[in-house]
Nanobody, 125 residues
Framework: QVQLVESGGGLVQAGGPLRLSCVYS????????MGWFRQAPGKERGFVAT????????RYEDSVKGRFTISRDNARNTVYLQMNSLKPEDTAVYYC??????????????????WGQGTQVTVSS
């Protein structure tokens, strides 16, 4: 059973950076596109970013373009989300996900097969 474990969340002041990590549990990591989603209180889980199997392609939700960077290290079975210039509206639980249907992951919940348990990010104003 594949497991995804996120880390790196916490409390940060507006304008500051934070880097999230997500470790994938077995050798099939490079077979999967990876994504990051987030869910704020009272809202649905929404797409943040995705990266292809090889790491050569990425896509971002419009509100995070230019501020967030998704990357992966296939040798370490890890995907990262570097978040800069954080805003209070970025406050949410952040989830990583693995999807094997397409080389570059989609932006919908159903495009992904495996999910982590989430890590809380809180941005204070």
């Amino acid at each position: 059973q594949v497991q995804l474990v996120e880390s790196g969340g916490g409390l940060v002041q507006a304008g500051g950076p934070l880097r999230l990590s997500c470790v994938y549990s077995d050798r099939t990591f490079s077979d999967y596109a990876m994504g990051w989603f987030r869910q704020a209180p009272g809202k649905e889980r929404g797409f943040v970013a995705t990266i292809s199997w090889s790491g050569g392609s990425t896509r971002y939700e419009d509100s995070v373009k230019g501020r967030f960077t998704i990357s992966r290290d296939n040798a370490r079975n890890t995907v990262y989300l570097q978040m800069n210039s954080l805003k209070p509206e970025d406050t949410a639980v952040y989830y990583c996900a693995a999807g094997g249907r397409t080389p570059l992951g989609g932006s919908s919940y159903g495009d992904y097969d495996y999910w982590g348990q989430g890590t809380q990010v809180t941005v204070s104003s």
